[in-house]
């Protein structure tokens, strides 16, 4: 219900990391010309969404990019080769700020809505051309809860993430268990809701991979490897890798793994 929706994302901000600092994401930087800036219409009149869109020469479909909870919010997209990698194969590419991030307006319920959003501005930007999900940590998290329940993608690539954000925050900041013991408690609906191994099973795509760090604190490589079962999908664990550090140390597996998924070739990696 709504009702509980909008108290339990205020109670998951109350203990949350900082979102962002003030001002807008950083420019792209002049490698990644030509680019766009964008503002995504947000339901419930809750104002809009700071994107950047990527536009390919000669395109095939449409990649949203939906980033983690980290400080520069769609900007983190500007490294490693991800949007490149995209172009070069014939993706356009829409990276965009989380609500409370960036130039985007403050959050208004689960971040699941805004995902939403924004894969409906980018389906009408690709009009016609097939659609996928790239998302990261948080990004890929929330993006679960759409892609179970919207039709017309047909592929996802999830990084790092885990199969419940409370369970995740019982790992990393076991201080505050008695704040996730009452969220479980006054908010049980929602609690099952943010459950993504209760989402993966139905994703409504064709292809699916996750990714994840074999020394990541607070996401064990049997659940990645769990998840990728359960939707279908495959799967690369990263020896030595934490969190957000898998594209970093094997950055060609990783983009290797997500273009396999991307387009519907049959691919030789098996991990």
């Known amino acids: 219900p709504l009702r509980e929706e909008l108290r339990g994302g205020r109670m998951l901000l109350a203990l949350a990391p900082r979102a962002a600092p003030d001002g807008a994401s950083s420019e792209p930087p002049a490698e990644l010309a030509p680019w766009e800036e964008v503002q995504i219409p947000r339901g419930r009149g809750a104002g809009t969404l700071s994107g950047t869109w990527f536009p390919a020469r000669e395109p095939r479909g449409g990649v949203l990019l939906v980033h983690p909870w980290v400080p520069w919010g769609r900007a983190y997209f500007h490294r490693r080769g991800r949007i490149e990698t995209l172009r070069a194969a014939g993706f356009h590419a829409l990276a965009f700020d989380l609500p409370g991030f960036g130039g985007s307006g403050p959050p208004a319920g689960f971040f699941d809505r805004d995902v939403a959003d924004a894969l409906t501005f980018l389906a009408e930007r690709a009009a016609g051309l097939p659609l996928a999900v790239w998302g990261i940590s948080a990004g890929g998290y929330w993006a679960h809860m759409v892609l179970s329940a919207r039709p017309g993608v047909t592929a996802a690539v999830f990084e790092d993430v885990s199969p419940h954000l409370i369970e995740w925050a ?14 479980r408690w006054l908010l049980p609906r929602a609690y099952r809701f943010l459950d993504v191994r209760r989402h993966a099973p139905a994703l409504r795509v064709e292809r699916t991979a996750y990714v994840s760090g074999a020394d990541d604190r607070a996401i064990r490589p049997g659940e990645t490897r769990a998840l990728a079962t359960a939707s279908g999908g495959r799967c690369l664990v990263v020896d030595g890798a934490g969190h957000l550090d898998s594209i970093r140390l094997a950055n060609a597996e990783v983009l290797e793994l997500a273009m396999d998924t991307l387009l519907p070739q049959p691919s030789s990696l098996v991990s």
Do not use: I
Not at 170 to 183: K, S
């Open 170 to 183: 019982w790992r990393l900041a076991p201080w505050g268990r008695p704040f996730y013991l009452l969220y």
